[in-house]
């Protein structure tokens, strides 16, 4: 559920007309919904208040800050992939020690950042990792708090790009490994072993392979135990699936009885990081109409908005549906929704049925909240789009529209070009 809805034939997000907010900030744009995301992290966070729990928002789906401060502002805490991330983190307010770090390639510099930033666990993904994790730790004088993030093998059955529990997948120690791994995590004196992670991948419609991941975990917490070495935290990761187009994920209350259920008498507390399914169907990306074409007998819109700006569809082929912001009660026809970037493979919408659309006439994609702006780029050297929260009747923009004086910040022309 979410608060996009037409009165009147007029797409509303909560009580402002969508057309309001182009006539203010142009197109294209992001909005999104407060009372959806507030509801949405809400649902989810109360669906394991009688556990012990801590839900770290995974802001690599939008990291946008204000989105960020509402979350810590209801308990949240993040899951952070980069120093970059730690930065926005901090710096709209939330806890560093709520903050849990998972990733594949921590340089050296955001580990120093983040132990310095006393965060609550490090998630480590190699025995490498390991090794530079005490170093950093030492170094700084400090006890770095750590899981190692196990890929328990698990088949997620999404997407193969968002797929990270398999064993053919880059992320995490193999189980049978991670046993070796933590004995000699407990014999460094930078590190305190306090957790087991893992995240087996994004956008899952079931919940078994959840449950089946959790079992492995539970197995090689038993082993652990056997070995002295006892755990405070599992980290269950992220990936719980939302509705793009007919999908029916299992609901935020139903996840966590499955998961809940296998947790009885055990006193972990337990870390989640969904991403998606607090942010995906709170946004939107608004763009409009440039051009109606047809060629070779096929119908194209041609709209402002692009790959860059929701790369999505490019890169997954994924689904978003299409809104008119004004519905017309024409007859529907098949058409592709493009974009202005100079690639066949810049689309929002293929093959799809949709009301006629004239030059001026705004669409809204749904289901943009998450991994929308958040995976935008400049390609084609256009500026990254603004972004809007709604709230009741009013809105503001959270982020400004980038400049054309922005695409060039930081460049420079070097002499040996200008001069001689
Ligand atoms: N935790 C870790 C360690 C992750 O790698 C991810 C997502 C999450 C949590 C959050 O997963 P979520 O709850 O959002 O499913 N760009 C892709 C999704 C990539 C997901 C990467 N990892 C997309 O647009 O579908």
Same mark, same amino acid.
């Given at each position: 559920?979410?608060? /996009?809805?037409?009165?009147?034939?007029?797409?509303?997000?909560?009580?402002?007309?969508?057309?309001?907010?182009?006539?203010?900030v142009?197109?294209?744009?992001?909005?999104?919904?407060?009372? %959806?995301?507030k509801?949405h992290?809400?649902?989810?966070?109360g669906a394991?208040?009688?556990?012990?729990h801590?839900?770290?928002?995974?802001?690599?789906?939008?990291?946008?800050k204000?989105?960020?401060?509402?979350?810590? @502002?209801r308990?949240?805490?993040?899951?952070?992939v980069s @120093?970059?991330?730690?930065?926005?983190?901090?710096?709209?307010?939330?806890d560093? @020690?709520k903050?849990?770090?998972?990733?594949?390639?921590k340089?050296?510099?955001?580990?120093?950042?983040?132990v310095?930033?006393?965060?609550?666990?490090?998630?480590?993904?190699s025995?490498q990792?390991?090794?530079k994790?005490?170093?950093?730790a030492?170094?700084?004088? !400090?006890?770095?708090?750590?899981?190692?993030?196990v890929?328990?093998?698990v088949?997620?059955?999404?997407?193969?790009?968002i797929?990270?529990?398999?064993?053919?997948?880059?992320?995490?120690?193999?189980?049978?490994?991670?046993? +070796?791994?933590?004995?000699k995590?407990?014999?460094?004196d930078g590190?305190?072993?306090v957790?087991?992670?893992?995240? #087996?991948?994004?956008?899952?419609? !079931?919940?078994?392979?959840?449950?089946?991941?959790?079992?492995?975990?539970?197995?090689?917490?038993? !082993?652990?135990?056997?070995?002295?070495?006892?755990? $405070?935290?599992l980290?269950? +990761?992220?990936?719980?699936?939302?509705?793009?187009?007919?999908?029916?994920?299992?609901?935020?209350?139903?996840y966590?009885?499955d998961?809940?259920?296998?947790?009885?008498?055990?006193?972990?507390t337990?870390?989640?990081?969904?991403g998606?399914?607090?942010?995906?169907?709170?946004?939107?990306?608004?763009?409009?109409?440039?051009?109606?074409k %047809?060629?070779?007998e096929?119908?194209?819109?041609?709209?402002?908005?692009?790959?860059?700006?929701?790369?999505?569809?490019?890169?997954?082929?994924?689904?978003?549906?299409?809104?008119?912001?004004?519905?017309?009660?024409?007859?529907?026809?098949?058409a592709?929704?493009?974009?202005?970037i100079?690639?066949s493979?810049?689309?929002?919408?293929?093959d799809?049925?949709?009301?006629?659309?004239?030059?001026?006439?705004?669409?809204?994609?749904?289901?943009?909240g998450?991994?929308? /702006?958040?995976m935008?780029?400049?390609?084609?050297?256009?500026?990254?789009?603004?972004e809007?929260?709604v709230?009741?009747? $009013?809105?503001?923009?959270?982020?400004?529209?980038?400049?054309?004086?922005?695409?060039?910040?930081?460049?420079? #022309?070097?002499?040996?070009l200008?001069?001689?």
């Open positions: 559920m979410h608060h /996009f809805h037409y009165k009147k034939n007029e797409l509303y997000c909560e009580d402002v007309p969508i057309a309001s907010i182009a006539k203010r142009g197109t294209p744009f992001y909005v999104y919904s407060h009372a %959806t995301l509801r992290f809400d649902a989810f966070d394991f208040s009688d556990v012990k801590l839900t770290c928002y995974s802001m690599k789906s939008n990291s946008n204000a989105l960020l401060a509402l979350f810590a @502002g308990g949240g805490g993040v899951d952070i @120093g970059g991330e730690l930065y926005r983190a901090l710096n709209a307010g939330v560093p @020690g903050i849990v770090f998972s990733g594949v390639g340089s050296v510099q955001d580990l120093e950042y983040a310095s930033s006393q965060i609550l666990m490090f998630n480590v993904e025995p990792e390991l090794l994790l005490n170093d950093v030492l170094r700084s004088g !400090q006890k770095a708090r750590i899981s190692i993030r890929n328990p093998d088949d997620p059955k999404t997407h193969p790009y797929s990270t529990g398999l064993k053919e997948n880059k992320f995490g120690i193999g189980v049978e490994e991670a046993l +070796g791994q933590y004995e995590a407990t014999k460094l590190l305190d072993v957790g087991v992670s893992c995240h #087996i991948g994004s956008q899952l419609t !079931q919940t078994s392979p959840f449950v089946d991941a959790l079992r492995k975990l539970k197995e090689l917490i038993a !082993q652990l135990k056997d070995m002295n070495i006892s755990i $405070r935290y980290d269950l +990761g992220g990936g719980l699936g939302i509705t793009y187009d007919s999908e029916m994920p299992p609901q935020p209350s139903e966590a009885r998961i809940k259920s296998e947790l009885a008498s055990t006193d972990w337990l870390i989640l990081e969904p998606r399914v607090i942010v995906g169907n709170a946004g939107a990306l608004v763009t409009k109409v440039l051009y109606a %047809t060629s070779h096929k119908n194209f819109f041609v709209v402002d908005a692009a790959m860059n700006d929701l790369m999505r569809p490019s890169l997954y082929g994924a689904y978003h549906g299409i809104q008119p912001v004004k519905r017309n009660p024409g007859e529907k026809l098949t592709d929704i493009v974009g202005p100079c690639e493979g810049d689309f929002l919408a293929k799809r049925q949709v009301e006629p659309l004239a030059p001026e006439d705004l669409i809204a994609v749904m289901s943009a998450a991994y929308g /702006f958040s935008s780029s400049t390609y084609n050297s256009r500026p990254r789009v603004c809007v929260m709230k009741e009747d $009013r809105f503001e923009i959270i982020r400004q529209r980038e400049t054309f004086e922005d695409l060039v910040r930081g460049e420079s #022309i070097p002499d040996f200008t001069v001689g």
